[in-house]
């Protein structure tokens, strides 16, 4: 059975920075697509960032371009989202998924953290 825990989130000012960070196990992590949604109050939940099994390739919402960086660690069986220049409109349920069954930018993986809360006051 596969399981995602994400850690990490919580209240920061506008310009500050997080890290969130995703842990995982059940099975080979190493062999999967991981990537990172958000979901706001209101909205529909949107493609934030996602990583190639081996981290050679790692790709971006316009919206966190330039200030989020995505990462993976596959020895420890985790995944890191490093949040710079963090605005009011980052605020967000952050959830780390596993292995999509198409695109890597639509919400269908298989596999879904709880989410953790972050929040951007300005």
């Known amino acids: 059975q596969v399981q995602l825990v994400e850690s990490g989130g919580g209240l920061v000012q506008a310009g500050g920075s997080l890290r969130l960070s995703c842990a995982a196990s059940?099975?080979?992590?190493?062999?999967?697509?991981m990537g990172w949604f958000r979901q706001a109050p209101g909205k529909e939940r949107e493609f934030v960032a996602a990583?190639?099994?081996?981290?050679?390739?790692?790709v971006y919402a316009d919206s966190v371009k330039g200030r989020f960086t995505i990462s993976r660690d596959n020895a420890k069986n985790a995944m890191y989202l490093q949040m710079n220049s963090l605005k009011p409109e980052d605020t967000a349920v952050y959830y780390c998924?596993?292995?999509?069954?198409?695109?890597?930018?639509?919400?269908?993986?298989?596999?879904w953290g709880q989410g953790t809360q972050v929040t951007v006051s300005s």
């Open positions: 059940g099975r080979t992590f190493s062999s999967y697509v």
């Open positions: 990583i190639k099994w081996n981290g050679g390739r790692a």
């Open positions: 998924a596993e292995d999509p069954d198409s695109s890597w930018y639509q919400d269908n993986y298989h596999y």
